[in-house]
């Protein structure tokens, strides 16, 4: 199981990670509260840990924009939050740069769009819509594909997205409060996660 921690900011959040041993951290460059600029994300880099993977978070980008940021910055894997087409993603395959494709899912026809995308990416992400509370566990657990999961993810539901056996979880706003990312928080779910990890992305 892979833990990715998404949305750091801060110094001090690259250094509670490295701490903490998430498999992988995501620096958004996507319009967000937590974006952050090519500096500010080079600095953030600098200080993490070699055993976490980084990933640069982009949404309807200009692939040319996404190629520079993931070379400059030695991103490990880009994620595609948008509605980045195939020939967007074969391209940036052929460049070199790995893929995680997030879809928002709110339909079992959701799923059908995100199985495009399997044979060419590294990972699909599964999250629910932006600015919806909704439930996206029992669409979610009708894929027949493997999928890290995320959208709205806490300590305290985190158990009923572990029961779809996922390949990894992805959390931002659940492991923040008021806004900023909270280490107990990102230690409980570390802990809880602890049994279900294996040798990680290496
Ligand atoms: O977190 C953001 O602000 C964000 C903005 C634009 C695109 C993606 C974003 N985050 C990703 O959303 C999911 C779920 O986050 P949450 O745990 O529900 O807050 C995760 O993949 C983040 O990488």
Do not use: W
């Not at 669409?139 to 997205?161: H, Q, R, S, V």
Request: proline share 3%.
């Amino acid at each position: 199981m892979l833990v990715k921690f998404c949305g750091l900011k801060r110094i001090e959040d690259i250094q509670m990670c490295n701490k903490l041993f998430p498999d992988m951290i995501g620096l958004i460059f996507a319009e967000s509260p937590r974006k952050v600029d090519v500096e500010l994300a080079e600095k953030i880099l600098k200080v993490k840990g070699n055993f976490i993977k980084a990933v640069g978070v982009f949404k309807n980008q200009s692939v040319f924009d996404v190629l520079k940021i993931a070379k400059r910055l030695g991103l490990d894997f880009v994620q595609l939050h948008g509605e980045e087409d195939l020939e967007y993603v074969k391209f940036l395959r052929q460049e070199g740069v790995s893929v995680i494709k997030a879809v928002e899912i709110s339909s079992e026809e959701d799923l059908r769009k995100a199985e495009k995308y399997v044979n060419l990416v590294n990972f699909v992400l599964l999250d629910r819509p932006k600015g919806s509370d909704l439930d996206i566990t029992q669409i979610a657990k009708l894929a027949k594909f493997p999928y890290i999961i995320a959208g709205g993810i806490t300590l305290e539901n985190l158990d009923k997205f572990l029961a779809l056996s996922p390949v990894g979880i992805d959390i931002s706003s659940g492991i923040e409060t008021n806004g900023l990312k909270d280490y107990k928080k990102m230690k409980g779910i570390i802990e809880r996660v602890k049994p279900l990890r294996n040798g990680g992305l290496g």
